[in-house]
């Protein structure tokens, strides 16, 4: 069931022709997942596979210089990464982001990708496309966003400054996404109030799986001020490490999952985000895609599901059901 997934990411999602150089970076944990994909692409046209642990001792924190010019060498035209994921790995995940898109790849970012998500985000891309591009046409000119739920969510957001992205699940040449797809997200310029995380957190976090209880954040001015659960320890080791990173308790995006595809949340942020319902994250704003002149190294994602949302005071969503 779960190699349908990988097709659907291949011929569908990306895409992939014959005239294609694909390239997949995986590692020894998910060994039978970028083997299945080097396979299938393999049937398809030129592919190459490469582990993380040839070019160093995991955790990867910098973008090896060895596996950066054995890409300048395949100079793919299709790249994926299905590497599981360790703690402060994001800057080698962007470098690698980074150079297969400046040589105009496609490119399909599964950090920490799954058999079981293989099975059920990636059923299939083209009703997720369609509510994406939907829900896109709802938020990209919008001014105010809010979003209630029965927990305690009360958040106010301010959009318009910078860009929303619609993942769609479909990536051009010259571009990336994650798969599975299906969320729209931008920087928000400005986000108060309270926000009750209660699917799964990103990052470092997604040790913790789904959340046995759920973590409150106080926001100010874009800025988280505190943060509250009946886990004690969750809550002091989350304001830790967002605390101590560069911007790392800025507001850096702001998403609406659009994956109709799900139907509950699984513990793993790489499909729990998409998820219809509301997720934000604190640290890097996805400035490359977004605009934002700023920057962070970590980026945790925090997932809020069953929401209400109205955008300029019409609602999008009630309870987690779009409207």
């Not at 995380?197 to 997604?206: C, Q, R, T, V």
């Not at 913790?208 to 505190?226: M, N, Q, W």
Request: charged share 30%; hydrophobic share 35%; glycine share 8%.
């Amino acid at each position: 069931m779960w190699k349908r997934g990988v097709e659907v990411a291949l011929k569908e999602c990306l895409e992939v022709s014959p005239e294609d150089r694909v390239i997949i970076l995986g590692d020894r944990e998910n060994e039978e997942i970028a083997r299945t994909f080097f396979e299938v692409a393999k049937g398809i046209t030129q592919a190459y596979l490469v582990f993380l642990e040839d070019f160093g001792r995991r955790p990867i924190s910098e973008y090896p210089w060895q596996l950066r010019e054995y890409v300048e060498f395949v100079k793919p035209t299709v790249s994926l990464y299905v590497a599981t994921v360790k703690p402060n790995e994001l800057p080698h995940r962007k470098g690698f982001v980074e150079q297969v898109t400046s040589l105009g790849a496609k490119h399909a970012h599964m950090p920490g990708i799954t058999k079981e998500i293989l099975s059920m985000g990636l059923r299939e891309c083209k009703n997720v496309e369609e509510t994406t591009l939907r829900v896109y046409e709802r938020v990209e000119k919008a001014k105010e966003i809010e979003v209630k739920t029965e927990l305690g969510t009360e958040l106010y957001v301010k959009v318009g400054k910078y860009r929303w992205i619609p993942d769609t699940g479909k990536i051009d040449y010259g571009e990336w996404g994650n798969l599975p797809g299906g969320e729209v997200f931008t920087t928000p310029e400005k986000i108060e109030g309270t926000a009750v995380a209660d699917g799964s957190l990103g990052d470092y976090f997604k040790k913790y799986g789904k959340l046995k209880h759920p973590l409150t954040f106080v926001i100010e001015d874009s800025e988280l001020v505190e943060v509250k659960s009946e886990d004690e320890r969750l809550a002091d080791e989350f304001w830790r490490y967002v605390s101590e990173a560069p911007n790392g308790t800025r507001v850096g995006e702001f998403a609406v999952g659009t994956n109709v595809n799900l139907d509950r949340i699984i513990g793993n942020l790489l499909q729990d985000e998409k998820f219809p319902g509301v997720h934000i994250a604190f640290g890097d704003p996805l400035g490359k895609k977004t605009g934002a002149d700023w920057s962070s190294p970590i980026h945790v994602d925090a997932v809020i599901t069953k929401t209400d949302i109205k955008v300029d005071g019409k609602w999008l969503m009630r309870r987690g059901s779009f409207v």
